[in-house]
């Protein structure tokens, strides 16, 4: 079991940065690879970042590549969202999700939310214009 709990989200303006943490219980965190995924209101949940259990492979959406950096610290037990140059577009509530992926992760399994085994609750981010 593990359990993970958002931090870091607020209300910026557009062109500013936010660093989003997730915190995961458990001594097995480093067995998981670790996504990032939104929400807006009236749309579904979207894929936006996921890297390997070592942190050695980083998958982006293409509407975060160059502006979002997603790094994990093992031995805190915590997964990073760096968000700069937001845009009012970007204004979700963000979820981190751990996934085992015995067979393998790549950058279509990594975008899938039926892939995770274990959620957050979210944090919001809202990007003012």
């Known amino acids: 079991q593990v359990q993970l709990v958002e931090s870091g989200g607020g209300l910026v303006q557009a062109g500013g940065s936010l660093r989003l943490s997730c915190a995961a219980s458990?001594?097995?965190?480093?067995?998981?690879?670790m996504g990032w995924f939104r929400q807006a209101p009236g749309k579904e949940r979207e894929f936006v970042a996921a890297i390997s259990w070592s942190g050695g492979n980083k998958y982006y959406a293409d509407s975060v590549k160059g502006r979002f950096t997603i790094s994990r610290d093992n031995a805190k037990n915590t997964v990073y969202l760096q968000m700069n140059s937001l845009k009012p577009e970007d204004t979700a509530v963000y979820y981190c999700?751990?996934?085992?992926?015995?067979?393998?992760?790549?950058?279509?399994?990594?975008?899938?939310?039926?892939?995770?085994?274990?959620w957050g609750q979210g944090t919001q981010v809202t990007v003012s214009s």
């Open positions: 999700a751990a996934g085992s992926f015995y067979g393998g992760l790549d950058g279509i399994m990594a975008a899938s939310t039926p892939s995770y085994d274990y």
């Open positions: 458990g001594r097995t965190f480093s067995s998981y690879a």
